[in-house]
């Protein structure tokens, strides 16, 4: 089992109040990582760490270190990390422009997709690796925002594939979708982890138990406990993730 990310010592703070504390932690390349804990544990700093999407945040500091692949993220240039290091919201947010133009955005933009015929190929493939070609391919010219929720989200997914990344981060990203749609980004992300390393944040508990290779529990800044999510769920080491996943709190 080889590493993707090996987190040290971590600690991050807003306005100097420590939220994330003295945190130590790896990704498995092509595991579906799951963090759970109740609102204000610290999940949300944790992934803006990771791709350091919270760098321009002037309130933000942070001590220890983040790796991936054995670099150090600081090492590397902040538009080449993000796109190795992929982020899905809550809220899926497509761009108002069409299906096709969504997804060739970045691309195009970034320069390294650019012939009309890749482009197309590009469209079809990341379209049919989040279950949506079928879909959408007569409508490829539509606004994205005719689309429903489920769908938006799984546009936004293949928007993030069409950048090659090489690690997913997912925020809750079911938290606004029926149990149907929910159930397809659920059998997506299983499927996505043949390719990518996934960390998954969700503020449900079943979905970790359904879809992570191993699930950490974050309480008030502080990972309690990480393990196999079999182990996790039926034998908690500590009596808090205990709590916690048998609903007792939170
Ligand atoms: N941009 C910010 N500025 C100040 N405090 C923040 C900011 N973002 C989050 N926090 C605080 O940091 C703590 C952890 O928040 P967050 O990482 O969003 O937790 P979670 O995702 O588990 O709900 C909370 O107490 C939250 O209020
Ligand atoms: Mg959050």
Redesign the pocket.
Known sequence: MVDKIKIENLSCY??K?C??EFLNLNVVKNEILGVI??????????L?TLNRM?DF?A??SKKGSVYLDDDDILDIDVETLRRRVGMLFAMPIPLPMSIYDNITYAPKRLGFVTKKIDLDNMVESVLRNVSLWDEVKDRLCVSAVKMSGGQQQRLCIARVLAINPEVILF?EPCSGLDPISTAKIEELMIGLKEKYTIVL?TNNVKQASRVSDRTAF?LM?KLIEVDKTGKLFVSPKKKETEDYITGRFG
């Open positions: 807003y306005n109040k939220v994330l804990g109740p609102a204000n544990s610290g999940k949300t700093t944790f803006r919270n945040d309130t933000y925020d944040v974050f800044g």
